[in-house]
């Protein structure tokens, strides 16, 4: 027993040095992240506090000391509200398209630069494809709604194609405004997500390539075989990511896109928050969406992670 005691000493004195010396070899590095944790904190979970308000009937006058509490009061009201449940399934409905055209069409596009063998044209596109992404959602919104409108340029190109006999109101059509959200979103954020998926295809060893092409294999084989199960953990980590934030879809595409006619269908979880919660000086109103929307992310996570980690594939946790 006394050498067992004595073994385990020098084991953990070892692993102690080990961390400091780490830590000293990495110090720029931390001393870079310092601002992030720093940002983090202030805005991310400082504003937790604030959580209680969902808890009072609060007054600005009176502040979170002087509000009464009235428990779960809100969430039973927020439960009872049909307005409430059309958001959530608009909110889950557009997620849901923008998670799958999204991570899709990313994939895809950058599949389809990494076969690319002309450097220059690559780079062109690359540089291209990024752009959107640093456009504002007034500019964009703008170019959706003028190319979709009657005199737009695809109802004009549907027409000369003779595919239809007269424009199309796409902007006035309710059950075609979440696609023209999804649409407009994968248009913008396409290739800015993609750089990802680009950058995980670059470490994939080419010794498989150069075998896969002494075996005869065409490229669409050596997509389907080795470029994509060689990323797939990439994959599955920014899909947990992106279902995690399935219900945090926020407003300005829905804002700007709609109109009173499709209103129906624009309404958010965050519209709804801000125009029936502070909008209506709601404080309390508007914080327990906030907690829900809080809470179903957190589930989410947890539940496909916890699926990601049984089928073996990426796992954040």
């Not at 400082?46 to 209680?52: A, K």
């Not at 307005?83 to 991570?103: D, E, H, P, Q, V």
């Not at 219900?247 to 829905?254: L, V």
Request: with cysteine; hydrophobic share 50%; glycine share 8%.
């Amino acid at each position: 027993m006394e050498n067992v005691g004595l073994e385990r000493v020098p084991k953990k004195a070892k692993k102690k040095r080990n961390v400091w010396k780490a830590i000293k070899e990495q110090k720029l590095l931390i001393l870079m992240v310092v601002p992030l944790v720093i940002w983090l904190i202030v805005f991310c979970y400082v504003p937790l506090g604030g959580w209680i308000m969902a808890f009072q009937d609060y007054k600005p006058a009176s502040g979170i000391l002087g509000s009464a509490f009235v428990g779960l009061k809100h969430f039973k009201a927020l439960f009872q509200d049909d307005l409430f449940y059309s958001s959530l399934i608009n909110t889950l409905g557009m997620g849901s398209l923008g998670i799958i055209f999204g991570t899709g069409s990313s994939i895809l596009f950058a599949l389809l630069l990494n076969e690319l063998r002309f450097t220059r044209f690559k780079k062109f596109t690359q540089t291209v494809s990024y752009l959107p992404h640093f456009v504002s959602w007034v500019i964009v919104a703008n170019i959706v709604t003028t190319m979709l409108s009657t005199n737009g340029v695809v109802n004009q190109l549907l027409m000369t194609i003779h595919l239809i006999s007269e424009p199309i109101q796409f902007m006035s059509d309710p059950s075609k405004f979440w696609f023209i959200v999804t649409f407009a979103d994968v248009w913008k954020e396409m290739g800015w997500n993609a750089i990802i998926y680009l950058a995980a295809m670059v470490s994939i060893d080419r010794e498989m390539y150069e075998a896969a092409d002494i075996d005869g294999a065409t490229r669409l084989q050596k997509m389907w075989s080795i470029t994509l199960p060689s990323i797939r953990p990439i994959i599955m980590v920014l899909l947990i990511m992106s279902i995690g934030n399935l219900i945090n879809i926020g407003f300005e595409k829905q804002m700007l896109l709609g109109n009173n006619i499709v209103a129906d269908k624009a309404l958010v979880l965050d519209k709804y928050a801000l125009d029936y919660g502070i909008g209506m000086f709601r404080y309390s109103y508007g914080t327990a969406i906030g907690i829900f929307k809080s809470v179903v992310s957190v589930i989410l996570i947890f539940t496909f992670n916890k699926i990601a980690s049984k089928t073996g594939e990426g796992q954040l946790m």
